[in-house]
């Protein structure tokens, strides 16, 4: 069924696990990610990103999103990911998106918190939740704005400002991972997330999730992180199941794809501690 964020968030925040959320980038990933929320009897909250709006329009994504999340009894929130601008938060809040991102995490502190009090005031006027970013995840090879992001740790008085400013929902934070496929060991700084997670007390967000360690994505959602977003991982899987499989059409080809994603997702369920019943 198709829901907001909001109980979800609390509660995982609350209990100490995570909720994944994939990154979609057509029927086939959007079916595949669902059917595995539905399967483990857990809550999804299915991401379409920006960046990916070269795949699919974003009525295409709103359209997939919504008709899957209907057609299943598990709770799934169709959310827009890395939102960079007011206009395409709205049309996404408009098309039936439950919750949204505005990144403007590459902007100063003041010029953040405009760009996101902005979102928050249309969103909470149509129930659905606002994610905002404040420092800078990094990328190793990763798609479009991120491309070039180097890690820019998230401050914690800028976060508390940002946070009683705008009143959004939940706080994507900076604490070393990347976007992308990790070319060195991941270094997360745990500390920084106790600080975050004391100070701020609400759910927190961790983008990179892809590559970063099962005791790493244990540790920030025991500390805090209540959604994990993940999309390298699906798509490396997915190709590494066809080259070894090597199917001989197209159909047994997406088969192939699609299976492997969901056993990527599967293992994250366990990870993240949200699906308890198959730890």
């Known amino acids: 069924m198709l829901v907001s964020s909001f109980d979800m968030m609390r509660d995982a925040h609350e ?24 399967e483990l009897h857990q809550p999804l909250i299915l991401s379409f ?8 329009s974003l009525e295409e994504a709103a359209a997939l999103g919504t008709y899957y999340a209907q057609s299943v009894q598990t ?8 939102g960079t601008g007011f206009d395409i938060v709205e049309r996404a809040i408009r098309l039936g998106f439950t919750s949204v991102m505005i990144d403007a995490s590459a902007y100063d502190l003041q010029e953040n918190i405009a760009r996101t009090k902005q979102v928050v005031a249309l969103a909470h006027e149509c129930d659905v939740y606002v994610e905002a970013e ?21 401050d914690v008085e800028q976060a508390r400002q ?11 934070v900076s604490v070393g991972t990347v976007h992308g496929t990790y070319q060195g060991t991941p270094h997360i700084n745990f500390e920084r997330l106790a600080e975050l997670n004391q100070t701020l007390r609400m759910p927190l967000v961790l983008h990179g999730g892809s590559g970063t360690g099962t005791d790493n994505l244990r540790r920030c959602a025991q500390g805090g992180i209540a959604k994990v977003n ?13 080259r070894e499989q090597n199917p001989d ?31």
């Not at 909720?19 to 595949?32: C, Q, T």
């Not at 990103?49 to 699919?56: F, G, N, P």
């Not at 709770?75 to 890395?82: C, K, Q």
């Open 230 to 242: 993940l999309y390298t991982d699906f798509i490396t899987a997915a190709l590494r199941q066809v």
């Open 249 to 279: 059409h197209w159909l047994k080809l997406l088969e192939t794809g699609d299976e492997a994603m969901k056993q990527v997702l599967r293992h994250y369920y366990r990870v993240l501690g949200c699906c308890g019943a198959c730890a």
């Open 15 to 38: 209990k100490g696990y995570a909720i994944p959320s994939p990154d979609f980038v057509d029927s086939n990933s959007a079916r595949a990610f669902v059917q595995v929320a539905e």
């Open 162 to 172: 940002l946070v009683e400013a705008t009143q959004v929902d939940s706080l994507a």
């Open 134 to 154: 404040i420092g800078r995840v990094g990328a190793e090879d990763a798609e479009g704005p991120h491309a070039l992001a180097d890690i820019s740790y998230t």
């Open 75 to 82: 709770p799934v929130a169709l959310h827009l990911d890395h």
């Open 49 to 56: 990103a920006e960046v990916h709006l070269k795949h699919l």
